[in-house]
Each structure stands twice: as C-alpha cells, then as structure tokens.
Nanobody, 124 residues
Framework: VQLQESGGGSVQSGGSLRLSCVVS????????MGWFRQAPGKEREGVAA???????KYLDSVNGRFAISHDKAKNTLYLQMIALKPEDTATYYC???????????????????WGQGTQVTVSS
C-alpha cells in the first residue's frame, strides 16, 4: 500500500488549498483515513478523519474551514482548506488503516499506512 500526497504550497492568510492523497494497492473494503499535520517543534496532530461509512471528525481549530472527502472511484483522499491561517503552517500527512474506528481517527500510532507528507506554508 502506498499513499502519495500532493497539493501543498505557500499561500497568504485567508487563502485556500486542496490537498490530495492517492492511495494505491489498498485492497481492504473498510477504512479509516486521516490527515495529520506536524509543525516544527510540535507533536503531530490529527486534523480530519473519515471512515468508509462517511463519518467524519475534525480538529476543533479547523472545523468549518477544512473538509475531508474520499473519492472511492479515484482512490483519492482530499482535504479542502479555506480561510487558512499562519498557525496552519505544517507538513501534512495522510494515513489509512483498514480497521481503525473513526473514534480513534486522531490516534496516529494506530494507523498502518502513511504518506510522505506535503508542506503547507501560510504567511500573514
């Protein structure tokens, strides 16, 4: 299984980006997929997660600004980000697991598969 993120970049405060994560070799029917981020000197934190039933969860600080979605036909996970703030600056990672319940969607240690990350930089 391979996960490949793209879509990161540098934007000004208030701008938008859409991150993509193409998943290949994933043969499980169920999943929990998530987006995590890690800023320099900080711990990795869960930003958004979605499961195969369509249930989602969001970090409080991004709720209403970020939207996670999964296109099953394209095997691609997305994170639409609007109203970006400088504190959103981080490396963003996608992750997938075939059995993790959505309630544990922000437990990074529980995910089996990870991407390499894409950098998001928001300037004020």
């Amino acid at each position: 299984v391979q996960l490949q993120e793209s879509g990161g970049g540098s934007v000004q405060s208030g701008g938008s980006l859409r991150l993509s994560c193409v998943v290949s070799g994933y043969t499980y029917s169920g999943y929990c997929m998530g987006w995590f981020r890690q800023a320099p000197g900080k711990e990795r934190e869960g930003v958004a997660a979605i499961d195969s039933d369509g249930s989602t969860k969001y970090l409080d600080s991004v709720n209403g600004r970020f939207a996670i979605s999964h296109d099953k036909a394209k095997n691609t996970l997305y994170l639409q980000m609007i109203a970006l703030k400088p504190e959103d600056t981080a490396t963003y990672y996608c992750a997938a697991d075939p059995v993790l319940p959505i309630d544990y969607g922000f437990h990074s240690d529980e995910y089996k598969y990870w991407g390499q990350g894409t950098q998001v930089t928001v300037s004020s």
